[in-house]
């Protein structure tokens, strides 16, 4: 992968990720002050993130339909900082979910896409490290996002703090449409002397395997998120105070990183995916008794390797078991599973709260990665097929 291409991948996901890991601790408080219940957040919540997810399973189709990754990535970020900006003016719950919807769908287009460029782009033997260097923009924008957007809302409201979010938005689709290259697309790719694969990704059995178990432990992310960000309000905590779980949760996770995707390429990376599922349980685990800042900062940070270790780690992984021509298809619908974990941890963990109370909803969210080691260890591909699926890519470091 050309050093450019790196770089503009690095920053606008660097974009994305400061403005919505600071803004997603912050948005059951911004809901809150609407008069919304905490099962309303976390249908809310699940709303945002299943419009996220029919943006990731579109963008691959989108793409073909525009004519290209580049012009629809542009596209999409012009057109979600009004909507960004807008919703800091939102007066009620139903115009709040409206716009985040379409703030949250734009962007998971724009994330979907992002993958798929890296997928084209990079080639197979550094994969681990290339995504472990796109991903370190994770932790990175938390830590950036979470150190300030709760302050911006303390100080000049949450008006303020959208509008400016809105701002720093528009960097994104300036620098995408600069310096973006354009992969060529497994249509147009000449390199097809192997056979292609099965029309269909989930006769890969291993494929399927690894998505229903990122499904599994994310989702026990989303139930600490949420857990964390309502059991602060409960116990009234400033916006920064809440915000700052985010930075700190991003501070701790930002070295490891790239460290985590060196490594996976040496090591394999099952193992170390094991490590970042058992991480999950034990920060969900700790918002049982959290009480102090210090507290929540512990849980954010187990949550926050888990789940940024998990990002960097099973994209290689999904880019390890797709042929290169299923990589639109399938990356597609891989980014996806980040957003349908938020679904299900926002809409139970909100809903389950109120019914059952903390300590089994969060014994309930520690158990899901366990279920998902499992998967994970049954998730090997046939030796042929691991062959099969490792077609280098022209482009080089330069």
């Known amino acids: 992968m050309a050093k450019k291409q790196l770089l503009t991948l690095f920053f606008?996901?660097?974009?994305?990720?400061?403005?919505?890991?600071?803004?997603l601790p912050l948005l059951p408080i911004y809901a809150a002050t609407l008069d919304a219940s905490p099962t309303v957040i976390g249908y809310y919540l699940?709303?945002?993130?299943?419009?996220?997810?029919v943006g990731t399973i579109a963008a691959g189709r989108l793409a073909e339909q525009f004519g290209g990754y580049k012009r629809l990535l542009v596209g999409a970020g012009l057109l979600c900082a009004p909507a960004l900006g807008l919703m800091g003016q939102a007066a009620t719950t139903g115009i709040l979910v409206v716009l985040t919807m379409l703030v949250w769908f734009l962007v998971g287009v724009i994330v979907a896409l992002l993958n798929i460029v890296a997928g084209l782009s990079v080639n197979p033997a550094e994969r681990g490290k290339v995504f472990g260097v796109v991903f370190l923009s994770v932790p990175l924008g938390a830590l950036a996002g979470g150190a300030t957007l709760g302050a911006l809302a303390d100080w000049g409201g949450y008006g303020t703090m959208f509008f400016?979010?809105?701002?720093?938005?528009?960097?994104?689709?300036?620098?995408?449409?600069?310096?973006?290259?354009?992969?060529?697309?497994?249509?147009?790719?000449q390199s097809t002397s192997l056979p292609l694969p099965s029309a269909s990704l989930f006769a890969n059995r291993s494929f399927a395997l690894v998505v229903i178990a990122t499904i599994l432990a994310s989702t026990t992310v989303f139930v600490?998120?949420?857990?964390?960000?309502?059991?602060?309000?409960?116990?009234?905590?400033?916006?920064?105070?809440?915000?700052?779980?985010?930075?700190?949760?991003?501070?701790?996770?930002?070295?490891?990183?790239?460290?985590?995707?060196?490594?996976?390429?040496?090591?394999g990376r099952r193992?170390?995916?094991?490590?970042l599922y058992g991480s999950a349980t034990?920060?969900?685990?700790?918002?049982?008794w959290a009480t102090e800042l210090w507290h929540f900062w512990l849980a954010a940070s187990l949550l926050s390797i888990s789940?940024?270790?998990?990002?960097?780690?099973?994209?290689?992984?999904?880019?390890?078991?797709?042929?290169?021509?299923?990589?639109?298809?399938g990356l597609s619908l891989f980014s996806s599973t980040m957003w349908i974990a938020g679904i299900i941890g926002f809409a139970g963990t909100g809903v389950l709260l109120e019914y059952w109370g903390?300590?089994?909803?969060?014994?309930?969210?520690?158990?899901?990665?366990?279920?998902?080691?499992?998967?994970?260890?049954?998730?090997?591909?046939?030796?042929?097929?691991?062959?099969?699926?490792?077609?280098p890519v022209r482009q080089s470091w330069s």
Not at 46 to 53: D, G, K, R, T
Not at 358 to 385: D, M, N, Y
């Open 358 to 391: 903390p300590t089994l909803v969060f014994a309930g969210g520690a158990a899901l990665p366990i279920v998902a080691g499992l998967l994970l260890l049954s998730a090997r591909p046939k030796h042929s097929e691991a062959l099969a699926h490792a077609q």
């Open 46 to 53: 699940a709303a945002s993130y299943l419009a996220m997810a």
């Open 164 to 189: 400016i979010m809105a701002l720093g938005w528009l960097s994104l689709p300036i620098v995408a449409a600069f310096f973006l290259i354009e992969p060529d697309t497994p249509q147009r790719s």
């Open 271 to 275: 193992g170390l995916l094991m490590l």
């Open 224 to 267: 600490g998120r949420l857990g964390t960000s309502l059991s602060m309000e409960k116990l009234q905590f400033t916006s920064t105070m809440v915000s700052s779980t985010a930075a700190v949760g991003g501070l701790v996770a930002l070295p490891l990183i790239p460290l985590l995707g060196t490594l996976s390429d040496k090591l």
């Open 12 to 23: 606008c996901n660097l974009i994305i990720w400061t403005l919505g890991n600071g803004l």
């Open 307 to 329: 789940a940024y270790g998990n990002g960097t780690l099973s994209v290689a992984l999904a880019n390890d078991l797709l042929p290169r021509a299923l990589l639109n298809k």
């Open 282 to 288: 034990l920060g969900v685990l700790t918002l049982d």
